[in-house]
C-alpha cells in the first residue's frame, strides 16, 4: 500500500516569502506528527494532531510558523515570511492510533527547503 | 538541551562482525525507547524498540540493550550486512507523549 507522501520534495524559496508543505498520511491513521530536520542533526519535533485536533504545538519554532489538519487526513505546514535558518527538511510521520508512542510512526520522504 | 545523545557520528564494520551503535539519554522520564534507519532521501524507518521495564529486546539479527541506570541504551547488528549501511538514530519518549525526541544519528558503513 501507499506510504506517506509529500509534496514538493524540493523548495527553494527567497527570504521572506511564504511556503506551504503538504502531507498526505497512510490513509487512515489518526495521528499526524511534523518534525524538522537541520542538516546534520537529527529529526525535532514541531507538532501532532490526533485526526483534524492539534493537539501539540510545543515544538514550532515562532509564530512565522503554523500547521493544519482540517478534515483529518492531508495536512501542510505553512511558513510565512522565511528566514534562512528555516531550511532543513520537513519530515511529517504517521500512525494509526493515538495513546503513546508504542504506536509506530511511518515517514514520508520529507521536503527540502532552501531559504536564499 | 541535547537529551539525547549519540556521541559516534560514524562508524565503520567489516561484512559479518558486529556492529554496536551507541545512545545516552539526560531525561530521566524517558521510559520507551527506539531505534530509526535512514537511508539518503528517504524517510526514517522503525528498526526495533525496548520499554523500560525490559533490558532487552531482539528481532532478528538486531537486539537492543538499556541500562536505566546508566541511561544509555545500545543497538547490536548481527552479522552485519552491507544493505544496513545507513544513518541510524536513537529516540525516546516519555509515557503519555506522542512525540519522539531524536539523537543526532551515527552513520553506519558496512565494509564488504
Not at chain 1, 490513509?27 to 524538522?36: D, E, K, R, T
Not at chain 1, 519530515?91 to 536564499?116: D, I, K, M, W
Not at chain 2, 546508566?70 to 544496513?84: E, F, M, N, R, W
Not at chain 2, 539523537?103 to 558496512?110: H, P, S, V
Request: hydrophobic share 35%; proline share 6%.
Amino acid at each position: 500500500g501507499a506510504g506517506v507522501s509529500q509534496s514538493p520534495r524540493y523548495k527553494v524559496a527567497k527570504r521572506g516569502q511564504d511556503v506551504a508543505l503538504r502531507c498526505d498520511p497512510i490513509s487512515g491513521h489518526v495521528s499526524l506528527f511534523w518534525y524538522q530536520q537541520a542538516l546534520g542533526q537529527g529529526p525535532e519535533f514541531l507538532t501532532y494532531f490526533q485526526n483534524e485536533a492539534q493537539l501539540d504545538k510545543s515544538g514550532l519554532p515562532s509564530d512565522r510558523f503554523f500547521a493544519e489538519r482540517p478534515e483529518g487526513s492531508v495536512s501542510t505546514l505553512k511558513i510565512q515570511r522565511t528566514q534562512q535558518e528555516d531550511s532543513a527538511v520537513y519530515l511529517c510521520a504517521s500512525s494509526l492510533l493515538a495513546g503513546g508512542p508504542y504506536n509506530e510512526q511511518f515517514f514520508g520522504p520529507g521536503t527540502r527547503l532552501t531559504v536564499l | 538541551d541535547q537529551q539525547v545523545k549519540q556521541n559516534s557520528p560514524s562508524l565503520s564494520v567489516q561484512e559479518g562482525r558486529i556492529s554496536i551503535l551507541n545512545c545516552d539519554y539526560t531525561n530521566s522520564m524517558f521510559d520507551y525507547f527506539l531505534w530509526y534507519k535512514k537511508y539518503p532521501a528517504e524517510g526514517p524507518t522503525f528498526l526495533i524498540s525496548i520499554s523500560s521495564i525490559k533490558d532487552k529486546n531482539e528481532d532478528g539479527r538486531f537486539t537492543v540493550f538499556l541500562n536505566k541506570s546508566a541511561k544509555h541504551l545500545s543497538l547490536h547488528i548481527v552479522p552485519s550486512q552491507p544493505g544496513d549501511s545507513a544513518v541510524y538514530f536513537c529516540a525516546a519518549s516519555a509515557s503519555g507523549n506522542e512525540k519522539l525526541t531524536f539523537g543526532t544519528g551515527t552513520r553506519l558503513t558496512i565494509i564488504p
